[in-house]
Structure formats: structure tokens, C-alpha cells
């Protein structure tokens, strides 16, 4: 019968403990690389806007004197969408109403204005737009829609019945297909 000496229970206590130690670290550090794998994939996905990055708006103004350029030049109906991006919430709105988007026939007369770069540069952004667009922002993302260069309607746009309404009461067209 072989009976462990104390010195010997001490040595092994000591290599278990270290061995859980070891563990532990390790789990912390497997739990934080996932965690940042999450935050880097979540701002990835909020990086862009993603109704430009979908193809659901091709016309994209990236400026304040561009988006002031294409009301002077605009056409009959022109309809503008103002938001930004990296945020959760944009994001997700935007997923629900990308369907809306596409159910029109608007693909040409459709800009987008992320105003990030405004938001982070000016810290009264809304009032350049009210200024710029003759509306009075309160929340975004927003959809103006122009008819002969004339503000005919605006909306905040909060879910996909919000898109279906303001382009139903502008009669914008349905697609075809």
C-alpha cells in the first residue's frame, strides 16, 4: 500500500490548483475573444448604410451641397432619405423596411443622404437640414418626398407600414412585377 507523505498531498493540492487557475484563465480568455469577435461583426454590420449596401437605393448625395444640388435639379417626384449609420436601432430599421423599397417603383428618383459625417461634424445638424430641406427633423432615419421641386411630404420612419403609408398617400407607383 503505497500512502501519499504530506509533502506529496501538498505538491499535488498545488498542481490542481494551478490546473483550475490555468482553466479559468483560459475560459476568461476565450469568453473576451468572442466578445470582441460580437462588437467587431456588430460594427461591420453597421459600418454602411444598408439599404446602399442592398441595392434598395442607388443614389447616394454625400454632402450638403450635393443634396442641395439634386433639389434644385431634381425631377418630377423626388424622394429623399435621410439617416446614418452605425447604430443598432438605424440598422434595424432599415432591414424592416428595405421590403417597402423595393415594392416601388422609385429606384431613380431615390437619394439617400447618410448624414453621419454631418452628425459627427456639426453638433446642430438637425437645424441644417430643416434649413436645407424646409422640414423640421425631430428623429431619423426620414423620408421627404419632393414633387416639382415643392415639399409635398415628410415622414420619420420608424417600421415598414410608416414607408408603405407616405408612399401611398404621395401615389408613388407599385412595380410592375
Keep these: 500500500m503505497n500512502i501519499d507523505t504530506v509533502e506529496e498531498v501538498k505538491n499535488k493540492s498545488f498542481k490542481i490548483t494551478i490546473a483550475w487557475i490555468l482553466i479559468v484563465v483560459a475560459l476568461i480568455l476565450i469568453f473576451t475573444y468572442f466578445i470582441k469577435l460580437h462588437q467587431i461583426k456588430n460594427k461591420e454590420k453597421t459600418s454602411e448604410n444598408y439599404l446602399i449596401k442592398n441595392n434598395y437605393i442607388l443614389n447616394e448625395v454625400k454632402n450638403i451641397q450635393e443634396l442641395k444640388q439634386v433639389l434644385t435639379e431634381s425631377p418630377s417626384t423626388l424622394i429623399i432619405y435621410l439617416s446614418y449609420h452605425n447604430s443598432n436601432k438605424i440598422y434595424n430599421i432599415e432591414k424592416k423596411i428595405a421590403k417597402a423599397f423595393s415594392e416601388y417603383d422609385i429606384l431613380d428618383n431615390t437619394y439617400i443622404y ?33 414633387e416639382d421641386g415643392q415639399i409635398k411630404s415628410y415622414k420619420t420612419i420608424k417600421n415598414y407600414k410608416d414607408v408603405i403609408n407616405i408612399f401611398e398617400k404621395n401615389n408613388i407607383e407599385k412595380n410592375s412585377h
Design 114 to 146: 447618410d448624414i453621419t459625417t454631418l452628425k459627427n461634424k456639426v453638433n446642430n445638424y438637425k437645424e441644417v437640414l430643416d434649413d436645407t430641406l424646409d422640414i423640421n427633423v425631430t428623429t431619423l432615419p426620414v423620408i421627404v418626398i419632393y
